[in-house]
């Protein structure tokens, strides 16, 4: 048993944890539904959700409860042996998605990492290995992932990167046509970005893309990590945006187990020119990870979908989305802080702050004077911050965030801004 002092880990975590987080300076201990405790026994309103990750929130008991079945009967096997956990989630992952198949790692940059890998193999018959991705998109930390994310600041000091990414401009067809090349294999976007700042691929964008790659033989791969699986109010993310839209691949983490540790990427039963099919392409020996899909996760992904399904979530997602949302515009309207803007889809909502902020009024400054009144939110850049409460939030829930919205983005505004002009 690790004994706690009231002091937290801050000198542990200095000492021994290489500081690649610029973490806040907050030590949870507890967490039940949407609410979570430090250290100290405060208790905090979640609406960050570990980042899009606790679907059902903190301690949900069915997940408590397959988990801990789940520990007491078989933890973990490798992926040399079936085991049921595995083959039932892949089962309802194909019945979400469409017909295909599914391969099970323990991320969201291994799910894109196994999609880069996908389309390196489907590429290979014809010479073929790049991939158009999005500027300020997010794809994960591996070395493939930062190549194929739309962002320098996570390349920095790691060059030389992986070839063959290029970067569009997200709602500009044009310019993924002129980011293709003769090299070009696949397009891999996040129907709605989340680390880049909540920003929609519209419908036609979406469809755009579709006959883009059936045009020029390319596959179309959804990066759903963030807004997979229910927190659009859509298992899957993109048909929020797009009923009719089909891709070829779709990657999945966060949400997927509830934060036990399971990433995965799903590929369509797509036929190939060699008589082959695209589900079948990464075939013995290709690909592989030793803990992914392990049945402890598995259950925990099982929970998951049943709850979603047994409590009607989706729904609530919608309903509380659109309270969420529209209390943060009215919130703005009465603030003074009318060139704010605020989108989303169901529960994956951006606060983007306006240009021009007063110096101490950027995203990472609201989120932390929002966490001293008591609510965890989460920035994504220098101006938006993001509210992903898990998708069984109640209507009191949503009222009581957005009064400590209420009460303290005018304080910090009017203070900053005070200070600025002083
Ligand atoms: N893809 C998207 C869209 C993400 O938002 C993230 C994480 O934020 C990732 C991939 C990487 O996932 P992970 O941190 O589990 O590797």
């Given at each position: 048993m690790i004994l706690l002092g009231m002091d937290g880990f801050s000198q542990k975590?200095?000492?021994?944890?290489?500081?690649?987080?610029?973490?806040?300076?907050l030590d949870l201990v507890r967490g039940s539904g949407t609410h979570v405790w430090d250290v100290q026994g405060r208790n905090y309103l979640d609406f960050g959700g570990g980042i899009a990750v606790c679907s059902l929130g903190h301690a949900h008991p069915l997940v408590t409860e397959a988990v801990s079945r789940q520990a007491a009967t078989l933890v973990h096997t490798s992926n040399l042996y079936r085991t049921g956990p595995q083959a039932e989630l892949a089962q309802r992952l194909v019945e979400i998605t469409g017909p295909g198949k599914v391969f099970f790692c323990n991320s969201g940059a291994e799910a894109n990492e196994g999609l880069i890998k996908l389309t390196r193999k489907f590429g290979s018959a014809t010479g073929r290995f790049g991939m158009i991705t999005f500027k300020n998109s997010f794809h994960g930390r591996t070395m493939a992932g930062i190549s194929a994310t739309g962002q320098e600041k996570v390349k920095l000091g790691f060059a030389p990167l992986l070839e063959g990414f290029a970067h569009a401009e997200l709602g500009n067809i044009a310019s993924v046509r002129e980011a293709m090349t003769p090299q070009t294999a696949a397009v891999l976007v996040e129907p709605v970005q989340g680390e880049g700042g909540i920003h929609i691929g519209s419908a036609q964008f979406l469809r755009e893309l579709r006959a883009f790659c059936d045009e020029n033989d390319l596959l179309l791969l959804f990066d759903e990590v963030q807004c997979g699986l229910g927190r659009t109010g859509d298992l899957c993310g993109w048909k929020s945006i797009a009923q009719d839209v089909q891709p070829d691949g779709v990657s999945w983490a966060k949400g997927i187990a509830n934060g036990f540790p399971l990433g995965a990427f799903w590929v369509a039963t797509r036929p190939l020119s060699d008589g082959g099919l695209l589900c079948d392409l990464l075939g013995p020996g290709t690909h592989g990870t030793t803990y992914g899909g392990n049945p402890v996760s598995c259950v925990a992904g099982l929970a998951v979908l049943d709850v979603i399904q047994a409590e009607n979530l989706l729904e609530n997602v919608l309903t509380m989305g659109a309270r969420l949302t529209d209390a943060l515009r009215s919130m703005i309207l009465s603030t003074g802080l009318e060139n704010a803007t605020v989108r989303g889809l169901g529960l994956i909502i951006g606060l983007e702050l306006p240009v021009g902020l007063p110096v101490g009024f950027a995203?990472?400054?609201?989120?932390?004077?929002?966490?001293?009144?008591?609510?965890?939110?989460?920035?994504?850049?220098?101006?938006?911050?993001?509210?992903?409460?898990?998708?069984?939030?109640s209507a009191d829930e949503i009222d009581a965030a957005v009064e400590i919205v209420r009460r303290t983005v005018p304080r910090v505004y009017s203070s900053t801004a005070a200070a600025q002009n002083a």
């Open positions: 975590y200095e000492r021994y944890v290489i500081p690649t987080y610029g973490r806040f300076d995203a990472r400054d609201l989120v932390l004077a929002l966490q001293e009144e008591g609510l965890l939110v989460i920035p994504a850049g220098d101006r938006v911050v993001r509210f992903l409460p898990p998708l069984n939030v």
